[in-house]
């Protein structure tokens, strides 16, 4: 014989039902069984609030019995035949009558008692029911129905009765042993007391009944189905990759579901257990589906770790003082109170010196408690020996579970460390001695980021997935989509890095997916998008609070600049090709510094320097490694290189200035690149990095533009001055050439002082032949002192800055 239970969504209408009939009958072919169903999707929760409006004088109620009555009329219509109706729909009603009697008593009386709240929370079950039993009697004739409360009988707790096993497991098992039938269906949920009234067995107390029968019928294996395929690895609501668990001890499972594992009831286990009857979790919705395995067959895998748990809504209290040490019975004290007003301690931890106690209760116990412990310890707290209780609200608890982790090292250490590399602080944490769970309470905010950071390190072969947020989709920005795009598979495949694209801005638009924007179709995702506002955008970045999280500034705007150290603050990387902030005020500088390794939030920033070019990577290993730089020389704008490369007596300075932005190696204010503040800040930068401090305004800047064309205020007014000035660069030119030199913007440092200028290059120069938009940085260092480290490649262009900010991004996933 096996016992299956049906509840919630596989109970929810007519044509789910029909699902549960189809499987019943499938199963009654080759075995006896004890079917136990819920009441119809949400009829409890319409019940309980019905009693509460009559109890409260609100005739609404009477509204709320007319659509229990018809949701039920309803399921008789689509799943019993006319001719079984007649009796059923009789029935119904006179129970549905019973239910009004008792409401109209709540209403008359203005009280709801808690024996009355039982007997009204209980009709949802008695009638789902039978009207499955009849639907199923229509294919399976050799089959009835049992009301639950002739076999369970508990005591008189109502809302939670306990249990009289010695006479229920009797009642049950004289029953069975009688009943001929090939399928007995029975209600969740309710039970009777000695006096005969109607008892529940708690919320999810339909799982408890089933656990019951089976226990009582000695019955092969449980079966509950739901409406996913097994326990899961974590909350697949928060978790999209959690997986099934197909095998689980019944330790492992109790306590992922004291954890909020919302597919088993809690007590459940511990009727089963006893009797070592094995407990299966399936899918009502994919029957063929393997589902969870629950027994005392612990397999031994090679992941210690069986799932992550949480409840939410904790709130933490707080006792300590000096007046606790060495005192015996504060504890004892404490949870007595607590015991004396019901209110359930979920958390407990003790700092061992004993000045401290740490409990976690419900949010909603949480005043109700400050106030009986601060009672409890009035004296203590008068005399300054203990501090009055202090609450922590809107906290949440998450439990690592697994029955192995007592043989493996380090579970609790890759615990905190990757909840602290996302910046989630942990508020209290607690082990067992049996070292079956790790719990630790966390701000209710943070939990999706916990699961899913903690889901990933032990779960998913250590893929790690990072949320980009990217502002800027110009030409460099457009050139990076397209290479994640086509890197995504190779990068899950090969570095176990999972890029999800998560947000979008232009300066018109900008379009947030927290699954992450399908990439094939962003142009019209952006162009469908709202419109693009810089507060909302970090607003929305920090209400995600996604784990590995990276704002990705593709723009040349100082406001974006401006705002890195919201972000950083927030343990949001940052990966940008915007020079402005590195070049900004060195305190700012040293600030973004600060907050990056303060959060631990990577800040890179490559691409500000060469493009693409490991310019800034070799010089960061430079200084670790203990070097020091002493002297910098070097070609750092690749759009001054390729105009100054193609500048020639047949092709004029203006001309070659508009293909440079065509080609896209100028910022899109070509003043900057040729007015030599891009250089400056670029060389600027190097400084920094070198370790020296610096401000902008310390660099020499040798300007070879005439002063009417800085001094325009537009690129049509700057490009109609370098026509009116052609004659100058034209005698730059001959002035190279009569030297047998090349023209070259070159930055330099040397001895604490830095300057950027036009130079005329001769030919034994390295930076001689430097062509086309290429880039070019000497360092003389203490290693390097005669031959210096030389760097040399594209500096700019799209698609290598778009690499350089791709590969600062994967930088981070390595980490």
């Not at 005392?296 to 003082?321: C, F, R």
């Not at 406001?559 to 343990?571: C, K, V």
């Not at 950027?756 to 430097?770: A, D, H, R, T």
């Amino acid at each position: 014989m096996k016992t299956l239970k049906f509840g919630g969504t596989s109970v929810a209408n007519a044509q789910n039902i029909q699902l549960v009939i189809e499987i019943v009958n499938q199963k009654a072919k080759t075995e006896k069984l004890a079917v136990v169903v819920s009441a119809l999707s949400g009829i409890t929760d319409t019940l309980i609030q019905a009693a509460q409006k009559a109890a409260s004088k609100d005739e609404s109620y009477k509204n709320s019995i007319e659509e229990i009555k018809q949701k039920h009329f309803d399921a008789i219509g689509q799943l019993v035949n006319q001719a079984n109706q007649n009796q059923l729909l009789i029935k119904i009603n006179n129970q549905i009558n019973q239910l009004q009697t008792l409401l109209d008593g709540c209403f008359l009386l203005g009280e709801l008692s808690p024996r009355t709240a039982d007997a009204v929370a209980g009709f949802g079950e008695l009638l789902s029911s039978q009207i499955i039993a009849t639907a199923l009697q229509q294919t399976l004739p050799n089959s009835n129905f049992k009301d639950s409360r002739e076999l369970i009988k508990t005591n008189s707790n109502f809302g939670k009765a306990a249990v009289n096993f010695e006479l229920t497991n009797q009642l049950i098992a004289d029953y069975f042993n009688l009943n001929a039938s090939q399928v007995v269906v029975l209600p969740g949920f309710i039970a009777n007391d000695t006096d005969g009234n109607t008892t529940t067995l708690g919320r999810g107390g339909s799982d408890y009944t089933a656990a019951i029968i089976a226990n009582g019928t000695k019955s092969e294996s449980l079966e509950i189905w739901t409406d996913v395929n097994g326990m899961f690895t974590a909350n697949p609501k928060i978790v999209k990759q959690a997986q099934p668990i197909e095998s689980i001890s019944y330790q492992e499972a109790m306590e992922l579901s004291h954890f909020g594992a919302k597919v088993l009831y809690p007590p459940t286990i511990q009727p089963v257990l006893k009797s070592n009857i094995p407990i299966w979790i399936k899918n009502t919705f994919d029957s063929d589906a393997y589902g969870t395995l629950i027994s005392n067959q612990n397999e031994v895998g090679t992941n210690p770790i069986k799932g992550i748990s949480h409840i939410d809504n904790i709130a933490l209290l707080t006792l300590e003082g000096s007046g606790m040490i060495g005192v015996a019975g504060s504890s004892k004290r404490l949870f007595e109170v607590l015991s004396q007003h019901s209110i359930n301690v979920i958390f407990i931890t003790q700092a061992s010196s004993e000045h401290s106690i740490c409990i976690g209760i419900l949010n909603a116990d949480a005043d109700k408690a400050k106030q009986a412990i601060d009672n409890a310890f009035e004296i203590e707290i008068a005399q300054n020996k203990i501090d009055p209780c202090s609450v922590e609200k809107d906290l949440c608890i998450v439990a690592l579970v697994g029955e192995s982790m007592k043989n493996h090292q380090g579970i609790s250490g890759k615990m905190f460390s990757t909840l602290g590399k996302n910046n989630v602080n942990i508020r209290a944490i607690a082990q067992g001695a049996s070292e079956r769970n790790i719990s630790v309470v966390i701000n209710e905010k943070d939990v999706k980021k916990a699961l899913n950071t903690l889901h990933e390190r032990f779960f998913e072969d250590n893929t790690k997935q990072l949320n980009l947020f990217v502002m800027g989709v110009g030409n460099v920005g457009e050139k990076f989509i397209d290479q994640i795009h086509q890197q995504k598979k190779f990068l899950k495949e090969n570095l176990k890095i999972n890029v999800r694209v998560i947000a979008l801005s232009n300066s018109r638009k900008m379009v947030f997916d927290e699954e992450g924007v399908v990439l094939k179709d962003w142009k019209l995702a952006i162009e469908n998008g709202a419109t693009a506002d810089a507060n909302e955008f970090i607003n929305r970045v920090k209400e995600l609070n996604l784990r590995n999280s990276i704002f990705v500034d593709i723009t040349a705007n100082s406001d974006i600049a401006s705002i890195y150290d919201q972000f950083l603050s927030q343990n949001i990387a940052v990966v940008t090709c915007n020079k402005i902030a590195c070049s900004s005020q060195y305190d700012n500088y040293k600030n973004l510094k600060y907050l990056s390794r303060k959060y631990n939030a990577p800040f890179l920033f490559e691409t500000n320097v060469g493009a693409g070019l490991p310019i800034i990577d070799t010089l960061k290993h430079l200084i670790a490694s203990g070097d020091k730089v002493n002297r910098i020389n070097a070609v750092l704008s690749g759009s001054l290189n390729f105009i100054f490369n193609n500048f020639s007596t047949d092709y004029n300075f203006h001309d070659v200035v508009k293909e440079a932005g065509v080609q896209g190696f100028t910022e899109p204010d070509p003043k900057i690149d040729l007015s030599g503040v891009d250089v400056a800040r670029k060389i600027l930068i190097l400084i920094r990095e070198s370790g020296y401090a610096m401000e902008m305004e310390d660099i020499e800047n040798n300007c070879f533009l005439p002063d009417e064309c800085m001094k325009t205020t537009n690129n049509d007014d700057f490009f109609a001055s370098l026509i009116k000035h052609s004659g100058h660069f034209e005698q730059l030119l001959a002035d190279a050439k009569a030297k047998e030199s090349r023209l070259k913007f070159v930055a330099s440092f040397d001895n604490g002082k830095a300057s950027v200028g036009l130079q005329f290059i001769p030919k034994e120069s390295p930076f001689y032949n430097l062509e086309g938009k290429d880039n070019i940085v000497e360092f003389y260092t203490d290693r390097y002192v005669d031959q210096p480290l030389i760097i040399k490649g594209a500096g700019a262009g799209a698609a290598v800055t778009a690499s350089g900010i791709f590969a600062d991004v994967i930088r981070i996933g390595n980490v």
